[in-house]
């Protein structure tokens, strides 16, 4: 194997369905931390979290090195333990509810709306009100941002306030979208939003997410628990402290934190937000021109919402799955890195053996069956946008040409 070559992000054989966008100034960013004195806890953090609040206008965020730990000390934060109860969508990354058993909680779901893939408030009013008189309530649950379209979270969260339920929203595809013209993240129908700067997401950090909240209680609280549960904050001690080394344990955390060299590129991304999130919607309006003649589901665009578009998925019209599969063998095999997102997270075997099967969720499985992700990402180009759609184009038309594709 020759290790010189040049490293090709996979372009050349293939369109990937996400990938980052770096220039020069996040380059710079993160080399100034490189030979600054602090790789880690030093003035990165705290100056990309004052920015990401300030951008989404939350009262604080809480930085740390993953969505998924993000989402874990939210609910920990949220008292959420053993004997707890958390529901979230079925059609999510599985971190949404690995972090309830993380935590020593039991996970249920409530299925999606098909027509946005998001939580269907119709379905949450009426588990809520079986939970209601079974005493199954949850004590939180975790609507997903799926594709980077919010879910309806005014009625979510006024469903769930009269039974006193923690909301925390997995907003790990939307930092720079808008519900009902504010920026997600202002946790205007939650206690807590999550994002995430995993590289195939909005912005990257390489690795990284963010907790936003308006409550200080709870920003402390996560801020303390992304750092093993210690403080050197006085007015936080049991007692006096012993002198200037001082610090307390008073809690149970991890060690979760970001660092400096995350925070200088999330920052330096976070100051290219608008123009990322501007260019995925113009490469989703453009797929939504090219599509429109050709026999599948586009993205539904809520009026309240202006989506991020971390990702753009599309239905085809079939409950074949032999036509399903054979539709992504052949945009795979002409080097276009189409995707799932995602397969139910019930029926995954770590779920199944928890006892979730296959109908338990019809909407979230009907989704699996039918449901493809084009590549979306800012610097996807013209010419490969319209491969993307000849390829697609020319799959499904010959698909439906031949009585196969009905058998
Ligand atoms: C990516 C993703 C996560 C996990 O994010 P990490 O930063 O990789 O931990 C959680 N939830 C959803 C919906 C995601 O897409």
């Not at 990401?52 to 993000?70: E, G, M, P």
């Not at 958390?86 to 690995?98: G, L, M």
């Not at 539709?327 to 995707?339: L, P, Q, S």
């Not at 397969?343 to 009907?366: C, K, M, N």
Request: overall charge negative.
């Amino acid at each position: 194997m020759d290790r010189k070559e040049p490293f090709q992000f996979g372009r050349a054989q293939m369109i990937p369905y996400g990938r980052q966008d770096i220039n020069e100034d996040d380059i710079d960013a993160v080399v100034a931390v490189l030979k600054s004195d602090f790789l880690t806890q030093g003035p990165a953090v705290p100056r990309f979290e004052d920015a990401l609040a300030s951008k989404v206008r939350a009262s604080h965020a809480v930085a740390v090195n993953s969505a998924t730990s993000a989402l874990h000390v939210a609910l920990a934060a949220l008292d959420v333990g053993p004997g707890d109860l958390i529901w979230t969508s079925p059609i999510t990354f599985v971190a949404s509810a690995n972090c309830a058993l993380y935590c020593g909680a039991d996970v249920d779901f409530v299925d999606i709306d098909p027509r946005t893939y998001n939580m269907c408030a119709n379905a949450l009013e009426q588990k809520l009100h079986k939970a209601a008189l079974n005493g199954k309530l949850p004590k939180a649950i975790i609507p997903v941002h799926m594709s980077g379209q919010s879910p309806d979270m005014h009625r979510i969260s006024e469903l769930v306030a009269d039974y006193g339920i923690h909301v925390v929203e997995d907003a790990s595809h939307a930092i720079g979208a808008e519900y009902k013209g504010t920026p997600v993240g202002d946790c205007a129908h939650s206690a807590i939003t999550v994002f995430s700067f995993h590289p195939v997401k909005i912005i990257t950090s390489a690795e990284g997410g963010m907790a936003t909240t308006n409550n200080p209680r709870l920003a402390e609280r996560m801020a303390m628990l992304r750092s093993h549960g210690v403080t050197r904050d006085p007015s936080l001690m049991r007692g006096q402290p012993d002198g200037p080394w001082y610090y307390q344990q008073i809690d149970l955390g991890w060690n979760y934190r970001m660092t400096d060299v995350q925070a200088a590129l999330g920052l330096s991304q976070l100051s290219r937000l608008d123009e990322f999130v501007q260019a995925r919607n113009e490469h989703a309006d453009r797929y939504d021109e090219l599509l429109a003649d050709i026999p599948i589901g586009l993205p539904n665009r809520l009026p309240e919402s202006r989506s991020a578009f971390h990702l753009y998925v599309v239905r085809l019209q079939t409950d074949n799955a032999m036509a399903h599969r054979s539709v992504f063998e052949d945009m795979r095999n002409a080097g276009i890195g189409v995707n799932l997102h995602y397969i139910p997270v019930h029926v995954q075997p770590y779920y199944r053996d928890l006892g979730f099967s296959w109908g338990d969720f019809p909407q979230a499985e009907t989704y699996y069956q039918q449901a493809m992700t084009l590549p979306l990402f800012p610097g996807l180009t013209s010419q490969e946008q319209e491969k993307v759609v000849e390829t697609l184009k020319n799959s499904i038309l010959r698909r439906n040409a031949t009585p196969a594709a009905t058998a």
